[in-house]
């Protein structure tokens, strides 16, 4: 069964960086896409990036597009999400996703598989 764990979350003031680590068990990473989604209070939650497990192709929401770069280590099992010039309204709980389908999109139905998630928080 696969279990994806994240890290790196935590307090960052605007303007900063940070990254996050997920590293995935049980499975095959290398036949994932991946994803990060997140979910601010009261809101739903949505998704961030994707990378695919095929091609490598990457996806982005708009609101992050240019800021964030999701990147993969096979080697690691691990996927990463760099957050730059973060913002408060970036301020989230983060959850990384696993697809074993492959497709690599951005609709929550796709993911089978969630870690916990981990806490970001943007000061102004």
């Known amino acids: 069964q696969v279990q994806l764990v994240e890290s790196g979350g935590g307090l960052v003031q605007a303007g900063g960086s940070r990254r996050l680590s997920c590293f995935m068990s049980g499975g095959t990473f290398s036949r994932y896409s991946m994803a990060w989604f997140r979910q601010a209070p009261e809101k739903e939650r949505e998704f961030v990036a994707a990378?695919?497990?095929?091609?490598?192709?990457?996806m982005y929401a708009d609101s992050v597009k240019g800021r964030f770069i999701i990147s993969r280590d096979s080697a690691k099992s691990t996927v990463y999400l760099q957050m730059n010039s973060l913002k408060p309204e970036d301020t989230a709980v983060y959850y990384c996703?696993?697809?074993?389908w492959g497709t690599g999109s951005s609709r929550r139905v796709d993911y089978g598989s969630w870690g916990q998630g981990t806490q970001v928080t943007v000061s102004s």
């Open positions: 996703a696993a697809d074993s």
């Open positions: 990378v695919k497990w095929s091609s490598g192709v990457t």
